[in-house]
């Protein structure tokens, strides 16, 4: 414990400086393009995955394998400068509106943050991120960028303001490599294509799912990530201390692993809503409890879980990626105008 932390907890009548929300989003966003950089193949064969009921691909090898052969390696990065830019967005709103909502539970004396306000204001933060970004504007930018480039052969197009969450899945769903055979033709035309067919809501496909996955795991996610800090590292927000990357890390895998975990169902369902159309008919899942139930009658409740492999290998790495950037600069923050600063 450095004098400074020990000074403030000695003086309890003066809170403690925290990092504002505007550092904690811009750290978020930065580290948000180092995951994505690194782990976008994970993420691609873990909606394949989810979606193939044949059992055309025996695991993940045999998936990235088949995906690489038949639609080239470039199709494991669909979209990579896309779903970085994205990323930022997805990344700043998380920790821009986490830090705004422990505000709120901070003690008035001592400027600290209770676990039950870190619970709920991670829940809170992914609630937000999943209603705005993650049902219709989700995780993959990427996809309609490399089917459109098979048919532009160009990369200035529209791509790099494109929507995804549903369009992600209806994107990443679609085999093969002749771009005339595919019903979407990038991100801009297949949401104007579920907007035509579907309506409006029809972008917000899955959204319960989605909320209950996203709530869960951010509440789980900030919690544990303090919690770890200070269990291992002794590590206390304000203190002035800059953990090393690799200690980042390990918190980051630690807290990123008990969310897959926890929300597996919610996650398969979210992809099956925001996958299904009305071609040839009605809608086979009628919302999200109706989900469950027919895909753990039909296939059992191993199928509520699949794609938690792929999961456990994109989320905690990509946690401990994003925390080792996030975490070197809110320290560098704290220690050059938190510590130094008069309170």
Not at 220 to 242: I, Q
Not at 251 to 279: E, N
Request: hydrophobic share 40%.
């Amino acid at each position: 414990m450095t004098v400074h932390q020990e000074n403030g907890l000695n003086n309890g009548r003066t809170p403690q400086k925290s990092i504002p929300p505007h550092m904690k989003a811009v750290s978020g966003s930065l580290g948000g393009i180092v995951e994505a950089c690194c782990l976008q193949p994970i993420d691609v064969i873990k909606t394949r995955l989810q979606l193939d009921r044949s059992g055309a691909y025996k695991g993940i090898i045999h998936c990235g394998a088949t995906v690489a052969r038949t639609e080239g390696v470039r199709a494991l990065w669909k979209g990579l400068t896309p779903f970085s830019t994205h990323l930022t967005l997805k990344y700043a709103l998380r920790m821009g509106s986490n830090a705004v909502l422990q505000s709120a539970f901070k003690d008035s004396q001592t400027g600290k943050v209770s676990n039950h306000g870190r619970v709920l204001s991670g829940f809170g933060a992914g609630v937000l991120e999943a209603l705005v970004i993650v049902t219709p504007f989700e995780e993959n930018w990427e996809l309609g960028f490399v089917e459109k480039c098979k048919i532009n052969k160009s990369m200035n197009s529209d791509l790099g303001w494109d929507i995804g969450g549903v369009v992600k899945i209806r994107l990443q769903q679609q085999r093969g490599l002749s771009p005339e055979l595919l019903k979407y033709k990038g991100p801009i035309h297949c949401a104007r294509t579920i907007i035509r067919e579907e309506g409006l809501r029809g972008l917000w496909s899955g959204a319960a799912p989605t909320v209950m996955r996203n709530g869960t795991n951010q509440a789980a996610m900030f919690t544990a990530k303090n919690a770890y800090d200070v269990l291992l590292w002794k590590k206390h927000e304000g203190d002035g201390t800059v953990l090393q990357p690799w200690q980042s890390m390990i918190s980051g895998f630690l807290a990123g692993t008990a969310g897959p975990l926890c929300t597996g169902p919610f996650d398969v369902v979210k992809t099956r809503l925001m996958a299904q159309t009305r071609d040839g008919g009605d809608l086979k899942y009628k919302g999200m409890i109706h989900a469950i139930r027919t895909i753990y009658a039909e296939e059992g409740l191993r199928a509520l879980w699949k794609g938690l492999l792929p999961r456990l290998m994109r989320i905690p790495p990509g946690q401990a990626i994003m925390w080792a950037v996030a975490d070197q600069i809110t320290g560098l923050y704290e220690r050059r105008y938190l510590i130094n600063a008069p309170l």
